[in-house]
T-cell receptor, first 117, second 114 residues
Framework: DTAVSQTPKYLVTQMGNDKSIKCEQNLGHDTMYWYKQDSKKFLKIMFSYNNKELIINETVPNRFSPKSPDKAHLNLHINSLELGDSAVYFC????????????????FGQGTRLTVV | KQEVTQIPAALSVPEGENLVLNCSFTDSAIYNLQWFRQDPGKGLTSLLLIQSSQREQTSGRLNASLDKSSGRSTLYIAASQPGDSATYLCAVSRASGGSYIPTFGRGTSLIVHP
């Protein structure tokens, strides 16, 4: 069973389109994240949600809107896609603060490679 | 703001060598430190997690140490194999709003040749 799964794995789309990436975790974690990995392979936090509430928004353009319908899902919707949005987007999850789980390990999905043409 | 630096950026070694990958961070108020492996075109695989109260963790040929006061961690790979070729990423987590937020270094790209 995949712990953190994201779909689609590949996404090719034209500039100006709106697209969504879905993420689900079956680990019972309270916290979920979205990271962007640029062409130089640097991973940068975009958003963090804890129990469906937004915790971190790292100066991401308003065109990016995360949605957490429940604790196990954190989807990423992107409006008016631009060439610079091309990257690999990773979803991740980890136990939250004060959890009874002693191991606070973060788990990552396999990534979604977004190409804007 | 936490900054994580990994040295060296790239490493190419013959099979069998023992390796040391370094990670340093500027803010010692971390909750944990995690080492990941990323293969080309793939996701991140967690290798080792060290809680801030711990000094080291071991898994097979891998050993990671943490010196929180000096802001350093080391990943030691014993008897390297071609299958170890990948990018190794260090991430330190801070506590924020009920979550732990991992901040990554830029990674060490490792090639182990036969």
């Amino acid at each position: 069973d995949t712990a953190v799964s994201q779909t689609p794995k590949y996404l090719v789309t034209q500039m100006g389109n709106d697209k969504s990436i879905k993420c689900e975790q079956n680990l019972g974690h309270d916290t979920m994240y979205w990271y962007k990995q640029d062409s130089k392979k640097f991973l940068k936090i975009m958003f963090s949600y804890n129990n469906k509430e937004l915790i971190i928004n790292e100066t991401v353009p308003n065109r990016f809107s995360p949605k957490s319908p429940d604790k196990a899902h954190l989807n990423l919707h992107i409006n008016s896609l631009e060439l610079g949005d091309s990257a690999v987007y990773f979803c991740a999850s980890s136990p939250g603060w004060g959890t009874a789980i002693m191991n606070t390990e973060a788990f990552f999905g396999q990534g979604t490679r977004l190409t804007v043409v | 703001k936490q900054e994580v630096t990994q040295i060296p950026a790239a490493l190419s070694v013959p099979e069998g060598e023992n390796l040391v990958l370094n990670c340093s961070f500027t803010d010692s108020a971390i909750y944990n430190l995690q080492w990941f492996r990323q293969d080309p075109g793939k996701g991140l695989t967690s290798l080792l997690l060290i809680q801030s109260s711990q000094r080291e963790q071991t898994s097979g040929r891998l050993n990671a140490s943490l010196d929180k006061s000096s802001g350093r961690s080391t990943l030691y790979i014993a008897a390297s194999q071609p299958g170890d070729s990948a990018t190794y990423l260090c991430a330190v987590s801070r506590a924020s709003g009920g979550s732990y937020i991992p901040t990554f270094g830029r990674g060490t790209s490792l090639i182990v040749h036969p």
